[in-house]
């Protein structure tokens, strides 16, 4: 039976969502709900929306995550970018990529984090350059360079 | 002698007995009981509650002025001898003995629903209590539990209390906190809880702020998590802390996973003003249920069909027993 809306709305409307029972029961056929979703004003709803695209995972869901990653609310891109170290590898760095320049330090602390978990040469070259870089706050330099063991 | 014959007023038989004018008796129909009712006037009616006719589950009614309610069982309540019951504090409490046991126990009713009962610590007795309001406090008298020594008691009417410490690292955006420690004791002082703010606290933590909340499974927790819950300040152990972050990864409106005797919950900004309730009902050992006007609905407290939620006599019981709500 196709997945609707309401299935997904109800899966996210729980107060503590059971993300890992939501992907295996809806699916890929939540994504396309859940890229309307992640673009909502309700940043409850887009965080949850973006949480579950990470959970259900593949090519599609990491189109949700990247649309998810351009929300104004920073919980959003914060789902987004702890959600992110569940995709493929190459997945997760088109993900993580902005979001490791993110304006809001939180979100790009959890990208760091995330970052460290995939470990693809591309990204640890970004997190070198992170822990470099005198451009970077003193807290992030500390997260990049932890991820990259050096801490 | 002469002035006594002539000054009356009550009438006196002929032995001397005072006659006090009682109306004729006249039959509550449909109710009966194997014990003695008791009687209490509470609002503008005269309750009454009394064991079953061959069981000993009690039962309750009120009289209006002109007639009867039909009786109705209390949930969850029975008792082996009569019940007892006075009005103090706004509530008609009730104290009687247990099913099978000496235990007295205690609940109220407050004009729309009667709360769980809880014993009273440490107080048995072979016979029906007696109970009376005076002063400020609620009396109780009993039998000992095999012993003719008569005991007192008295309580303030609080059944149990749930401690809380509120501790705001992000203050929350679609509620206050007020509204929800409104909300929460809207739905807990009708069981019988009084919630209590023992500690209220801003937090600068800004690394805590979005927090790894892990998959939010019962007693399993994160570093982050854990490393939040371990500030309680001046918290008791049984006290629960109750953390308002910006929010957390993954998104939940709130989160009750906390290490073992260490009890927290968070809610994020985002949430409604019922998720305090829920997130604390989690840690007095509430689960998800499936009725959609019920606190603890799994679909989320956002998607409750009749606010405000319910909290059925089941949970309360519950919540009584659990560590971190004491009498």
Redesign the interface.
């Known amino acids: 039976m196709a997945v609707t809306a309401e299935d997904v709305l109800?899966a996210l409307?729980?107060?503590?969502?059971?993300?890992?029972e939501a992907a295996r029961t809806l699916g890929i056929e939540s994504l396309p709900h859940l890229a309307l979703l992640v673009r909502d004003d309700?940043?409850?709803l887009a965080?949850?929306a973006?949480?579950l695209a990470?959970?259900v995972g593949g090519s599609q869901a990491t189109e949700v995550l990247v649309a998810a990653s351009e929300h104004p609310q920073?919980?959003v891109r914060?789902?987004v970018?702890?959600?992110a170290q569940r995709l493929d590898p190459l997945d997760a760095e088109r993900v993580l990529t902005a979001l490791l320049e993110d304006s809001e330090p939180?979100?790009t602390?959890?990208a760091i984090r995330s970052a460290a978990a995939v470990g693809t040469a591309e990204l640890r070259a970004r997190l070198t350059e992170i822990a470099r870089s005198s451009k970077s706050n003193e807290?992030l330099r500390e997260e990049a360079r932890r991820g990259l063991g050096e801490a | 002698m002469a002035a006594l014959a002539t000054f009356s007023m009550s009438p006196v038989t002929a032995k001397g007995v005072v006659d006090v004018s009682w109306t004729p008796n006249v039959e509550i129909a449909d109710q009966s009981s194997k014990a003695s009712p008791a009687l209490a006037s509470f609002g503008r009616q005269l309750h009454m509650v009394h064991l079953g006719n061959s069981s000993n589950n009690i039962w309750h009614s009120w009289f209006d002025g002109s007639r009867w309610t039909r009786n109705v069982q209390i949930p969850d309540q029975s008792s082996k001898a009569s019940p007892a019951l006075a009005s103090f504090g706004g509530r008609l409490h009730m104290v009687h003995l247990g099913n099978s046991s000496n235990n007295i126990w205690h609940s109220w009713f407050d004009g729309s629903r009667w709360s769980a009962n809880f014993a009273a610590p440490n107080q048995l007795s072979k016979a029906a209590p007696a109970l009376a309001a005076f002063g400020s406090r609620l009396h109780m008298v009993h039998l000992g539990n095999s012993s003719n020594n008569i005991w007192h008691s008295t309580s303030d009417g609080i059944l149990s209390t749930v401690r809380i410490g509120l501790k705001t690292l992000v203050a929350p955006t679609s509620f206050s906190i007020s509204s929800a420690l409104t909300s929460m004791r809207s739905l807990y002082e009708p069981l019988g809880f009084d919630v209590q703010v023992v500690d209220q606290e801003t937090l600068d933590l800004p690394a805590l702020e979005i927090l790894d909340a892990g998959e939010c499974v019962l007693g399993e927790t994160t570093e982050e998590q854990r490393t939040l819950f371990a500030n309680r300040d001046d918290l008791r152990a049984n006290d629960i802390a109750i953390y308002f972050v910006r929010s957390t990864v993954p998104a939940y409106n709130g989160c009750a996973a906390h290490p073992a005797g260490i009890p927290a919950c968070v809610v994020v900004a985002g949430a409604t003003q019922w998720t305090m309730a829920h997130e604390v009902g989690h840690v007095l050992g509430l689960r998800h249920v499936g009725d959609s006007d019920n606190l603890m609905f799994r679909g989320g407290t956002g998607s409750i069909t009749n606010l405000p939620p319910d909290i059925d006599l089941g949970q309360a019981v519950d919540m009584g027993k659990s560590q971190f709500s004491a009498e």
């Open positions: 109800v409307g729980a107060e503590e969502p059971d993300y890992r309700d940043e409850m965080s949850k973006a949480s990470a959970f920073l919980s914060a789902a970018a702890h959600g939180s979100v602390g959890l807290l």
